[in-house]
């Protein structure tokens, strides 16, 4: 997907034209009584990039101490009543993924942004909530969009104050995100035709820590000779230089995969459905399980720093590189990748075939 090939103003009468039509402005964030102050605050839409049946307006992109992001706005056709156009916040994650932030928590003690839905984890015995972060991440067809206008941009606002604008805000033990992101994905798994591989792990690792135990399920494996949709590229500084993406599908068409390839790192993004219905925060409301330790990100925190766990959803034990020279609290995730089988036949079956 690319962007509407729209100028700016009239990106932003289009999106005047929908609210004067009747459609209705909502905010969960402190202009939830009167979202269109959004607006006025310079949350204008610039762009437009459309999927399926759902329409998102972005405005410039932004960025403060921890985050690059757009406020934007997520428009679907309803099956009946007033068309509803909600205020989201999109931000790129330290794993270089576009997401929807879910809420938001800053006191004293606390200061994060919520990672959607959550599930349960056995550590030591003991049953722990974390966030399903993948849960948040937007489709992988309007990754390169989102990436394209980000890296395009000229000038790049400092904003604090759009997330408390934006994002509704919980109390410090609030790690769940609310009913409008979670009730969709409910309703959604209450049908077993959207239960991807019967809900059931579609990538497993047969003897936890040991890359060569990879398995797929049937027919869920990425395709790499016939099923690579599409190929983009970026920069990131924090990989060292160009970063190419690869859009692939599994064999049965039922899933996809996005491979990021920079000039000493291959990871593999948590793979996603190819169903085409999206909630209001523009993210699928189908899950796919695979073993997190499918999706190490090339540089990734070591010693559950995003927990407090040490091991969990982090680089597995004895496979920790070097720390990286600009942020000593990520290491080299490569001894891990370069042992997953997915890794060495991508970049045999792809990398080498350019």
Known sequence: MRPAPWGPRRVARNFE?????????????????????????????????DLFDTTFYLSR???????????????????????????????????????AASHFVRSHHENWIGKGDIRTLVFDGEEIDVSDESTTDLPLEIQDAFEHLSASARRVPYDV?????????????????????????????????????????????????????LRFAKGYAPDLRRGVLEESASKSSL??????????????????YLFFAGPRHVWIVPPQATTTELSSYGVRTVDVAADDDL???????????DTGLAGVDQIPAGYT???????????????????????RAFRREVLRSL
Request: proline share 10%; aromatic share 10%; with cysteine.
């Open 161 to 213: 104050d759009a997330i408390p604008r934006v994002l509704r805000r919980a109390p410090d033990d609030r790690l769940e995100a609310y009913a409008d992101f979670t009730a969709p994905r409910r309703r959604a798994r209450s049908d077993p035709r959207n239960l991807v591989n019967g809900g059931r792990p579609v990538a497993r690792f047969t003897r936890p820590g040991d890359p060569s135990s």
């Open 321 to 343: 590189g070097a720390p990286n020279p600009r942020d000593p609290s990520r290491s080299d995730a490569s001894p891990w990748l370069e042992s997953l089988p997915a890794i």
């Open 295 to 305: 999706s190490v990100p090339g540089w990734e925190y070591d010693g559950g720093a």
């Open 61 to 99: 992109v932004r960025q403060n101490e921890d985050l690059r992001f757009f406020v934007g706005y997520v428009a679907q056709l309803p099956a009946r009543g007033p068309e509803r156009v909600h205020a989201r916040l999109f931000y790129k994650d330290m794993s270089l993924i576009w997401r």
């Open 17 to 49: 034209r929908r609210l004067a039509q009747g459609s209705l402005l909502c905010s969960a964030g402190s202009t939830r009584a009167h979202p269109e102050r959004l607006l006025s605050f310079g949350y204008v839409p610039r762009f437009r990039v």
């Open 239 to 256: 990989y060292g230089g160009r970063l190419r993406r690869f859009r692939i599908l599994s064999g049965n068409r039922r899933i996809q």
